[in-house]
T-cell receptor, first 112, second 116 residues
Framework: QQQVKQSPQSLIVQKGGISIINCAYE??????FPWYQQFPGKGPALLIA?????SEKKEGRFTISFNKSAKQFSLHIMDSQPGDSATYFC???????????FGTGTRLKVLA | EAQVTQNPRYLITVTGKKLTVTCSQN?????MSWYRQDPGLGLRQIYY???????DKGDVPEGYKVSRKEKRNFPLILESPSPNQTSLYFC???????????????FGPGTRLTVL
């Protein structure tokens, strides 16, 4: 079964620090890797996304790093703020399909 | 306001009693999808639809049915709910542009279902 493994399950970071969330995939070609942010009581919302022909994408304080050979991709949140406290999901879309495989989520808490 | 709406938001039911969770979007999106969210398991895709009358299975379709008779609506049907279908359900929609960097899915607010 296609899988996307996400770690850590939870993360506590001091305000101003860097939050790093990692995802890895196995044995399948994927063509699109979005990250979603979810606040309590809300639906997930797209944060940033990358395609496998790009090794890094940055939008403000959020950066995706993509390592195609290692089949890994990660989200970096620079200068983390208490308002970033949320659950983050990585996802991947198998090439040639309209399916989405999500990771299990990382609960981030940024301490003031 | 562009949005995805789901009804009901909360539902408690009993095993075997058929139910439907409605989903509607006002963004003229081609793509719609249903997910369930469970602690420790993240989001898992149940069904998706690329357009009217075009649906396909996600990773966890067992026990669920969908239909797409109109572009804006994508109801999720549980013919005979069981306790293992107790979960938080999300509907999502997106436009679909081949090769685009962003096929952003817009999620609804969620439906919390409890099956006793």
């Amino acid at each position: 079964q296609q899988q996307v493994k996400q770690s850590p399950q939870s993360l506590i970071v001091q305000k101003g620090g860097i939050s790093i969330i990692n995802c890895a995939y196995e044995n399948t070609a994927f063509d699109y890797f979005p990250w979603y942010q979810q606040f309590p009581g809300k639906g997930p919302a797209l944060l940033i996304a990358i395609r496998p022909d790009v090794s890094e994408k940055k939008e403000g304080r959020f950066t995706i790093s993509f390592n195609k050979s290692a089949k890994q991709f990660s989200l970096h949140i620079m200068d983390s703020q208490p308002g970033d406290s949320a659950t983050y999901f990585c996802a991947a879309r198998p090439s040639g399909t309209y399916k989405y495989i999500f990771g299990t989520g990382t609960r981030l808490k940024v301490l003031a | 306001e562009a949005q995805v709406t789901q009804n009901p938001r909360y539902l408690i039911t009993v095993t075997g009693k058929k139910l439907t969770v409605t989903c509607s979007q006002n963004m003229n999106h081609e793509y719609m999808s249903w997910y369930r969210q469970d602690p420790g398991l993240g989001l898992r895709q149940i069904y998706y639809s690329m357009n009217v009358e075009v649906t396909d299975k996600g990773d966890v379709p067992e026990g669920y049915k969908v239909s797409r008779k109109e572009k804006r609506n994508f109801p999720l049907i549980l013919e005979s709910p069981s306790p293992n279908q107790t979960s938080l359900y999300f509907c999502a929609s997106s436009s679909w542009t081949s090769g685009s960097d962003y096929n952003e899915q817009f999620f609804g607010p969620g439906t919390r279902l409890t099956v006793l």
